[in-house]
C-alpha cells in the first residue's frame, strides 16, 4: 500500500511538471509571435507593406527566430540575411523609408 501511494504521488507530481513546461513553451512561443506580429506591423505603418510583402516578412522573421534558437552564436549573419531578404521585398520609395528607421527597429527585434 506504500509502495503504491508513493507511486500515485510521483506520477502526480511528474504531471505537475509537464504541464509546467508545455505553459511555459507556449508562454514562449507566444512572446515570439507577439513580437514578430508587432514588428511586422510597425514596419506596415512606417514602410507602407502591401498584405503580401507584409506575409513575407512575417516568414522571414519567423525563420530568422527559428534559426537563432537552433544556433544562438550565429545571431549576427541570422539577423543581416533576414534584413537583406526584408530589403529585397521593398521598392525604392519604401526602402528609402526603411533606410530611415532600420537602426530603431531592430533594436527592438
Known amino acids: ?13 511528474i504531471l505537475i511538471l509537464i504541464v509546467f513546461s508545455i505553459n511555459l513553451s507556449a508562454k514562449t512561443i507566444l512572446q515570439d509571435e507577439k513580437s ?18 507584409e506575409t513575407k516578412v512575417i516568414n522571414i522573421l519567423t525563420e530568422l527566430k527559428n534559426n537563432v534558437t537552433g544556433k544562438p552564436e550565429n545571431k549576427s ?15 525604392s520609395k519604401q526602402k528609402m523609408k526603411y533606410d530611415i528607421i532600420k537602426n530603431d527597429l531592430w533594436k527592438k527585434f
Open 1 to 13: 500500500m506504500k509502495n503504491f501511494r508513493t507511486y500515485i504521488y510521483n506520477l502526480a507530481l
Open 77 to 91: 549573419s541570422f539577423i543581416k540575411d533576414a534584413q537583406s531578404k526584408i530589403e529585397k521585398l521593398l521598392d
Open 36 to 53: 514578430i506580429n508587432e514588428f511586422a506591423s510597425v514596419l506596415k505603418q512606417k514602410v507602407l507593406l502591401s498584405a503580401d510583402q
